[in-house]
């Protein structure tokens, strides 16, 4: 039953912790507390400050960087914290090859040549086919989160344009093959060619690759409107960075995050008050509350809470991506002066090479610090060791001619949360549903639905929707 005098607790001041918040605030609870174990709101939403020529401050990012107009959630968020993403800065974006000449993939003026044009106009056909087979075959697949999809129903928020964010349902056994690693899922269509212009945001921006990640992540980050965004280069960024989105809606809220405040145990005795245990500046304390939402990853919410067996089964399936950046500094006029996809690079066998580096803004030309990026696992071999992975990124950058002066707010992230495709076709989703409430407890966060702001704050709001409303 709807209490809205209830207390309860936030785990996280990331995207999921913040828009969590929001949803619960527009349903009347202001009895919640956020904790944060950094001194910053946003997780992965993380766009530091770099002083760039005659010491002007701009921000940078080395988290989450763009958008699209099917971000309603973000959106959501941007009005009840008054930002805007129409004054970021625009994406242009080149490609490279492993020697770090410049190539032109989806260019028929720069190389008209035979095989050119023929291989143009298969990827054309094909993701025309794509689309088609998308809204028909596949109806259903890209609304959020992946509840009954291994039993062929989906059911959640929409994102079409018409019923966004609100919830349908139906049943089409297609959407079974979801389960299928992206290349499989592709081949098994006939449209092998779409993944050279998905392989760009997804591989390059750290969220494995296709033969490891089931269909249904790739599917729902970029469905495609989202494909047809980033291909006409119309995403949204912002001036001040993502991170700007989260700080400022937790300045908005009732009751902001606490900060510098690390969960360190979560106890939940049946029938009592669930007991948050937290450290902080203060020391460590313990606080009571009827209600949890956790939006840290599910497999550290085993390391600090009391997880029962099914939780513990679940939570240690959890896959992730290891996502290498810094931000590099250049010598004046040594750097990039645009944004490059080096295309070689988007391999499991190329692992820990530079995958991708962003140029953010235009106008400072090649004095424009920029940010790199690598992935150094891949499911089934070894990880790439990680200072061999920075020392890759330094040789790769160079190849492109560009000599990295300094790096900065270099770091390993946690990227792209998933299950493998035995595990999703098994219905993990569907136990991980069953569990919602249950000891008083709610999962939210990347793995419900994609690991991107959109479908992170796109589950806050259906979580807190259905059980909170
Ligand atoms: C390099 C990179 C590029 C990306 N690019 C994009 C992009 O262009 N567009 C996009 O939409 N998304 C992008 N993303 C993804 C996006 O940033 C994430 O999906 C989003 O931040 C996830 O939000 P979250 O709240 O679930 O998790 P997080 O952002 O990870 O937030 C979780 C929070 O919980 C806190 N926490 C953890 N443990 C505890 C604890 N025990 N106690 C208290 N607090 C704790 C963490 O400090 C963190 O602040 C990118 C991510 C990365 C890494």
């Known amino acids: 039953m709807r209490d809205t005098r209830q207390r309860i607790c936030i785990i996280g001041g990331g995207p999921a912790g913040i828009s969590a918040a929001m949803y619960l605030e527009k349903f009347g609870y202001r009895n919640y507390e956020i904790y944060e174990k950094l001194g910053r709101v946003g997780g992965k939403s993380y766009s530091p400050v770099i002083h760039v020529r005659n010491n002007e401050a701009r921000t940078f990012e080395a988290g989450a960087i763009m958008g699209n107009k099917i971000y309603y959630a973000v959106h959501e968020l941007e009005q009840f914290a008054g930002v805007t993403h129409t004054d970021g800065p625009n994406m242009r974006r080149m490609y490279r090859d492993s020697f770090g000449q410049e190539v032109f993939p989806f260019d028929s003026k720069k190389d008209s040549s035979f095989d050119k044009t023929i291989s143009l106009l298969k990827l054309k056909k094909q993701t025309k086919r794509f689309v088609e087979l998308m809204n028909t075959k596949y109806r259903g697949y890209d609304c959020?989160?992946?509840?009954?999809?291994?039993?062929?129903?989906?059911?959640?928020?929409?994102?079409?344009?018409?019923?966004?964010?609100?919830?349908?349902?139906?049943?089409?056994?297609?959407?079974?093959?979801?389960?299928?690693?992206?290349?499989?899922?592709?081949?098994?269509?006939?449209?092998?060619?779409?993944?050279?212009?998905?392989?760009?945001?997804?591989?390059?921006?750290?969220?494995?690759?296709?033969?490891?990640?089931?269909?249904?992540?790739?599917?729902?980050?970029?469905?495609?409107?989202?494909?047809?965004?980033?291909?006409?280069?119309?995403?949204?960024?912002?001036?001040?960075?993502?991170?700007?989105?989260?700080?400022?809606?937790?300045?908005?809220?009732?009751?902001?995050?606490?900060?510098?405040?690390?969960?360190?145990?979560?106890?939940?005795?049946?029938?009592?008050?669930?007991?948050?245990?937290?450290?902080?500046?203060?020391?460590?304390?313990?606080?009571?509350?009827?209600?949890?939402?956790?939006?840290?990853?599910?497999?550290?919410?085993?390391?600090?809470?009391?997880?029962?067996?099914?939780?513990?089964?679940?939570?240690?399936?959890?896959?992730?991506?290891?996502?290498?950046?810094?931000?590099?500094?250049?010598?004046?006029?040594?750097?990039?002066?645009?944004?490059?996809?080096?295309?070689?690079?988007?391999?499991?066998?190329?692992?820990?090479?530079?995958?991708?580096?962003?140029?953010?803004?235009?106008?400072?030309?090649?004095?424009?610090?920029?940010?790199?990026?690598?992935?150094?696992?891949?499911?089934?071999?070894?990880?790439?060791?990680?200072?061999?992975?920075?020392?890759?990124?330094?040789?790769?950058?160079?190849?492109?001619?560009?000599?990295?002066?300094?790096?900065?707010?270099?770091?390993?992230?946690?990227?792209c949360p998933h299950i493998s495709t035995e595990d999703y076709a098994a219905g993990w989703y569907d136990r991980l549903e069953a569990l919602q409430g249950n000891r008083n407890t709610f999962y939210a966060g990347e793995i419900l639905s994609f690991g991107d702001m959109e479908d992170t704050c796109a589950s806050s709001r259906d979580i807190v929707g259905r059980f909170f409303k």
């Open 144 to 415: 959020y989160g992946h509840v009954g999809v291994a039993q062929g129903r989906y059911s959640g928020l929409s994102r079409a344009e018409d019923k966004a964010l609100r919830r349908i349902h139906g049943v089409n056994l297609n959407l079974k093959d979801l389960a299928m690693p992206f290349d499989k899922f592709c081949r098994i269509n006939e449209v092998e060619e779409v993944m050279k212009t998905w392989i760009g945001p997804f591989t390059a921006l750290g969220c494995g690759y296709f033969d490891e990640i089931p269909s249904a992540y790739v599917l729902k980050h970029l469905n495609t409107t989202a494909m047809t965004e980033f291909t006409r280069m119309r995403q949204w960024t912002w001036k001040d960075g993502t991170q700007s989105i989260y700080e400022a809606a937790n300045r908005k809220l009732a009751n902001p995050a606490h900060l510098h405040t690390e969960v360190v145990k979560v106890e939940r005795p049946e029938n009592e008050p669930i007991r948050v245990t937290i450290e902080d500046a203060g020391g460590v304390h313990t606080e009571a509350f009827d209600r949890l939402i956790v939006t840290t990853p599910l497999n550290w919410f085993m390391e600090y809470a009391d997880a029962n067996e099914e939780e513990r089964d679940l939570f240690s399936r959890i896959l992730h991506e290891k996502l290498v950046d810094f931000i590099a500094t250049f010598e004046p006029g040594d750097g990039p002066s645009m944004s490059g996809y080096i295309l070689d690079n988007l391999t499991p066998q190329t692992r820990g090479h530079a995958m991708v580096y962003y140029h953010r803004w235009e106008e400072l030309g090649d004095d424009c610090p920029c940010t790199v990026y690598a992935l150094r696992s891949h499911l089934g071999d070894k990880d790439v060791d990680y200072d061999y992975t920075i020392q890759m990124m330094e040789e790769d950058m160079k190849r492109c001619g560009f000599q990295i002066k300094e790096r900065l707010h270099e770091q390993e992230t946690y990227s």
